[in-house]
T-cell receptor, first 115, second 109 residues
Framework: NAGVTQTPKFRILKIGQSMTLQCTQDMNHNYMYWYRQDPGMGLKLIYYSVGAGITDKGEVPNGYNVSRSTTEDFPLRLELAAPSQTSVYFC??????????????FGSGTRLTVV | EDQVTQSPEALRLQEGESSSLNCSYTVSGLRGLFWYRQDPGKGPEFLFTLYSAGEEKEKERLKATLTKKESFLHITAPKPEDSATYLCAVQAWGNKLTFGTGTQLKVEL
């Protein structure tokens, strides 16, 4: 049981380039999330999805896009990368129907640097 | 707006020296308070969920408690392998979590 898998683990982008961060989960969770984590700032929600075909913005959605065509996959797209998008990105999933554990399952993260 | 404040930002303990981490929160309608452990270069790992004031949960050397305004993560006789960043998060209506900035714990021999 792999849980939440993120690829790539590391990436360096030049300003203006685009890329997609991949996230897949094998727990049949309906809910999926993208967070970014910056030093001293905590985890900030970018986008989330409550099921295939349904997505919504979080706290910091500008500069990002998502899609959810299947239950398993929730890719995050960066268009026209900017230095402010340098961060560690985490994908997570959850199933609100589960009583315990009720928390999120996180992937291991993608460290992105924009130069 | 939901808010979570964790203190201290960093804590250095000697092995065996017990202490507590604090998580203060303001939320409209708490559905759950979560504690996570995060090791360097890894994603957060779920530890506990607390649902109502007065609730306590334990796991090995860790015990989490909850009041109406704050939660404590008590660490009893810590070992070097307990060194990590501990994150607190709250959940209101909906399924989104609001995270604190974490407490970085270092346990030395």
């Amino acid at each position: 049981n792999a849980g939440v898998t993120q690829t790539p683990k590391f990436r360096i982008l030049k300003i203006g380039q685009s890329m997609t961060l991949q996230c897949t989960q094998d727990m049949n969770h309906n809910y999926m999330y993208w967070y970014r984590q910056d030093p001293g700032m905590g985890l900030k929600l970018i986008y989330y999805s409550v099921g295939a075909g349904i997505t919504d913005k979080g706290e910091v959605p500008n500069g990002y896009n998502v899609s959810r065509s299947t239950t398993e996959d929730f890719p995050l797209r960066l268009e026209l990368a900017a230095p402010s998008q340098t961060s560690v990105y985490f994908c997570a999933s959850s199933n609100p129907q589960d009583r315990e554990p009720y928390g999120y399952t996180f992937g291991s993260g993608t460290r992105l640097t924009v130069v | 707006e939901d808010q979570v404040t964790q203190s201290p930002e960093a804590l250095r303990l000697q092995e065996g020296e017990s202490s507590s981490l604090n998580c203060s929160y303001t939320v409209s309608g708490l559905r759950g308070l979560f504690w996570y452990r995060q090791d360097p270069g890894k994603g957060p790992e779920f530890l506990f969920t607390l649902y109502s004031a007065g609730e306590e949960k334990e796991k090995e050397r860790l015990k989490a408690t909850l009041t109406k305004k704050e939660s404590f993560l008590h660490i009893t006789a810590p070992k070097p392998e307990d060194s990590a960043t501990y994150l607190c998060a709250v959940q209101a209506w909906g399924n989104k979590l609001t995270f604190g900035t974490g407490t970085q714990l270092k346990v030395e021999l």
